[in-house]
């Protein structure tokens, strides 16, 4: 089955700086790759996704690139603001398996202002 | 946008009694609906993924009837936790997904503490 796995597990930037978060999969059929914000005790929250034909997109403050070919993709969050502060999930799947969704482990991030 | 409801929020309960949770898609139908544990400070692990009216599939080592699934509309799957014990303590997270939608709308979550 499918492998998600997301470095790194912590992340802490000084506010206004970039973050980055890095996920690889390895199933290569995989073609939706969803990234989610998640608050302590509350539900995921999609923040960007990305399908498999496209290679970037982005959405104010946050983008995703993927590379199909090395199977991986990443986050990218600019200008970053003390209510960034939160655990970032990536997330892989196929048609294939019915579209269900493989996590990667997490990455909790802590802006300090 | 899609609205996934989870009842109840929150659950204690005694060890060996069952517990059940509900969720619901409001605003949409959800053909798929899926459940989620999630144990403090770790990734969510997916348990099931369930289609409206047939069995439910679950992931390798997750007892099928110790946790048992129901989606019998295409608005509301069930969760139940039979014979509860400490260790199912968790917070168990559903979402759905219509025929139409690549991804998953995930409901608030439910906090089970089994004493």
């Known amino acids: 089955g499918e492998n998600v796995e997301q470095h790194p597990s912590t992340l802490s930037v000084q506010e206004g700086d970039s973050a980055v978060i890095k996920c690889t999969y390895s199933?290569?059929?995989?073609?939706?790759f969803p990234w989610y914000k998640q608050e302590l005790g509350k539900r995921p929250q999609l923040i960007i996704d990305?399908?498999?034909?496209?290679g970037e997109k982005k959405d104010q403050r946050i983008a995703v690139t993927l590379n199909k070919t090395a199977k991986h993709f990443s986050l990218h969050i600019t200008e970053t603001q003390p209510e960034d502060s939160a655990v970032y999930f990536c997330?892989?799947?196929?048609?294939?398996?019915?579209?269900?969704?493989?996590f990667g482990g997490g990455t909790r991030v802590l802006v300090k202002p | 946008g899609a609205v996934v409801s989870q009842h109840p929020s929150w659950v204690i309960c005694k060890s060996g009694t069952s517990v059940k949770i509900e969720c619901r898609s409001l605003?949409?139908?959800?053909?798929?609906m899926f459940w989620y544990r999630q144990f403090p400070k770790q990734s969510l692990m997916l348990m099931a993924t369930?289609?409206?009216?047939?069995?439910?599939?679950?992931e390798q080592g997750v007892e099928k009837d110790k946790f048992l699934i129901n989606h019998a509309s295409l608005t509301l799957s069930t969760l139940t936790v039979t014979s509860a014990h400490p260790e199912d303590s968790s917070f168990y997270i559903c979402?759905?997904?219509?025929?139409?939608?690549?991804?998953?709308?995930f409901g608030p979550g439910t906090r089970l503490t089994v004493l």
């Open positions: 979402s759905a997904r219509d025929l139409h939608i690549v991804g998953q709308f």
């Open positions: 199933d290569s059929a995989s073609n939706y």
């Open positions: 990305i399908r498999s034909n496209v």
């Open positions: 997330a892989a799947s196929t048609k294939a398996a019915g579209n269900k969704l493989t």
């Open positions: 605003d949409f139908q959800a053909t798929t």
């Open positions: 369930s289609n409206e009216g047939s069995k439910a599939t679950y």
